[in-house]
């Protein structure tokens, strides 16, 4: 586990480049720590014959071959996460290739909603779509429109999407957001794609937009946040060198946790991989590189205790305060016994004491692993992921540092 542990330090961060384009070209600051991310993850081996076959236009072999894959990925799901998630993959690896094939409509449909019942973000999406162009007319190829999953379906699966993060799901969402009881659910996911969709554009015109905003604005853009978002905005833990969160970073930061949800379904890695050493400081500026936007947003590193080092965005906190500063969306690292650790929070239950915690990793914290956590465990919640439920009494003494994103100084 330490290796994976290490490992899992940088795992949101690989996927934050990947989906973000407009981030993309700061990498050169952390190319050391990408690719020890890179190099230790594991790939879907199981698909590389299918993948070889679609790549020389062999469908009907292929065809064949992904079935196989996806009946013994059947045998292991839902008992394994990885058969999970090959079943998923295999599952849209099929859809295409019926594609290519000129399969029925209803089959490839299946197919789609079959992976997305697994977990694929991807084919939420792809289902969501499909119905909605096979029920607009012209458009139904011989299809009984009776058969089809109704317009319904689709609104469904493209929220599942977006509540992982997809930004292209959350706008296609808000078009089927029409009645007047859904226009403050509608607010939210659009403001959420129109901030994230380019971050860098949106830092760059924020203030101009800011000022254009009249009270009413802030108040429905606030007003969703509070209740479809994730990120506290009141109540954070605030000094003079750690400032508050604005509604925009709120968005920002909804953004990415989102994300953190999706990835943490296909985060694997593969055994035996030589363990990479990074302390905190390299961490924290690879990260920081990626997710602060000049402008808009920067990330801080908040260590309780004392620090040994001096550090841009550097905050010392008591001990005492660490549950109070511990919110939605912050990365915390651990450590129990000689194991470091690093993983997202999901929320955080000051009154009834409960931290629910984002990490593919979950082995790390089983009470046979890590001693610390004995309050341990995993619950089911949403598209084929768990969070860890844990005692945050219990994780607060464990805490070196908190990654948390806030406004600039």
């Avoid at 399969?103 to 779509?129: P, Q």
């Amino acid at each position: 586990m330490p290796a994976q542990s290490l490992r899992a330090v940088g795992a949101a961060l690989l996927l934050g480049l990947a989906l973000s384009p407009a981030l993309a070209e700061d990498t050169s600051k952390t190319d050391a720590f990408m690719r020890s991310v890179q190099d230790g993850f594991r790939s879907t081996t199981e698909l590389k014959e299918v993948d070889a076959l679609v790549a020389d236009e062999k469908f009907e072999e292929a065809f064949v071959a992904v079935t196989e894959v996806i009946e013994q990925a059947s045998k292991s799901a839902p008992s394994s996460r990885r058969a999970r998630f090959v079943g998923a993959e295999a599952l849209m690896r099929r859809a295409e290739i019926r594609q290519k094939l000129l399969h029925d409509n209803l089959k490839i449909i299946a197919d789609e909603n079959a992976a997305a019942e697994l977990g694929s973000v991807r084919a939420m999406y792809h289902y969501a779509s499909r119905i909605i162009l096979l029920h607009s007319p012209g458009e139904q190829q011989g299809i009984d429109i009776g058969l089809l999953p109704p317009i319904a379906a689709a609104k469904e699966m493209y929220r599942r999407a977006a509540f992982l993060g997809d930004l292209t799901s959350a706008d296609l969402l808000t078009a089927t957001l029409v009645m007047p009881h859904e226009f403050l659910e509608k607010n939210y996911w659009g403001f959420l794609q129109r901030v994230n969709a380019d971050l860098k554009k949106f830092a760059s015109v924020h203030k101009d937009f800011e000022d254009v905003l009249t009270p009413r604005d802030f108040t429905l853009l606030r007003a969703a946040v509070d209740r479809y978002g994730l990120s506290e905005i009141d109540g954070l833990v605030t000094t003079p060198s750690l400032p508050g969160r604005s509604v925009f970073v709120a968005y920002q930061n909804d953004y990415w946790l989102r994300r953190r949800l999706a990835f943490a379904w296909r985060a694997f890695f593969a055994e035996n991989q030589p363990s990479s050493m990074f302390t905190i400081a390299d961490t924290f500026d690879a990260e920081r590189s990626v997710v602060a936007v000049e402008g808009l947003s920067d990330l801080y590193l908040i260590v309780p205790g004392a620090a040994g080092t001096v550090l841009p965005n550097l905050v010392v906190i008591e001990r005492e305060a660490t549950a109070d500063a511990i919110s939605a969306g912050d990365e915390i690292m651990v450590r129990c016994g000689s194991d470091d650790h690093k993983a997202t929070v999901w929320s955080v239950d000051r009154e009834k004491r409960i931290v629910h915690i984002v990490d593919p990793f979950y082995e790390f914290w089983k009470p046979d692993q890590t001693p610390c956590t004995p309050s341990f465990d995993l619950i089911e919640f949403t598209s084929a992921r768990q969070l860890i439920k844990l005692d945050l009494d219990e994780v607060v003494p464990m805490v070196l540092a908190i990654f948390t994103l806030r406004d600039p100084l």
